[in-house]
Nanobody, 114 residues
Framework: QVQLAESGGGLVQAGGSLRLSCAAS????????MHWFRQAPGKQRELVAL???????NYEDSVRGRFTISRDNAKNTVYLQMNNLKPEDTAVYYC????????WGQGTQVTVSS
């Protein structure tokens, strides 16, 4: 049974930083492409960043240069370092793995105050 558990969210002022973690279990983590999504109130869930098994990364345009996705295969964990946070980054952040099927964590709330 695949399980994904996010942590690291919180309340931060604009310009601040947070690091999200997602611990995975029940899967062969080292061969998985992992994703971070976010969903703001009243908006659709959107892809923020992804990292392939080889370490290739891709970012949504609004976070490129501010966010960094990384992984530690020894710890079965994917990270999202978020710097220079803006109020528009406020959302619930989810990590995901598309087996198939798609697996999602429970999400972690990030709130950026202006």
């Amino acid at each position: 049974q695949v399980q994904l558990a996010e942590s690291g969210g919180g309340l931060v002022q604009a310009g601040g930083s947070l690091r999200l973690s997602c611990a995975a279990s029940g899967m062969i983590f080292r061969i998985a492409t992992m994703h971070w999504f976010r969903q703001a109130p009243g908006k659709q869930r959107e892809l923020v960043a992804l990292i392939s098994s080889t370490g290739s990364t891709n970012y949504e345009d609004s976070v490129r240069g501010r966010f960094t996705i990384s992984r530690d295969n020894a710890k079965n964990t994917v990270y999202l370092q978020m710097n220079n946070l803006k109020p528009e980054d406020t959302a619930v952040y989810y990590c995901s793995y598309f087996g198939p099927p798609a697996y999602w964590g429970q999400g972690t709330q990030v709130t950026v105050s202006s």
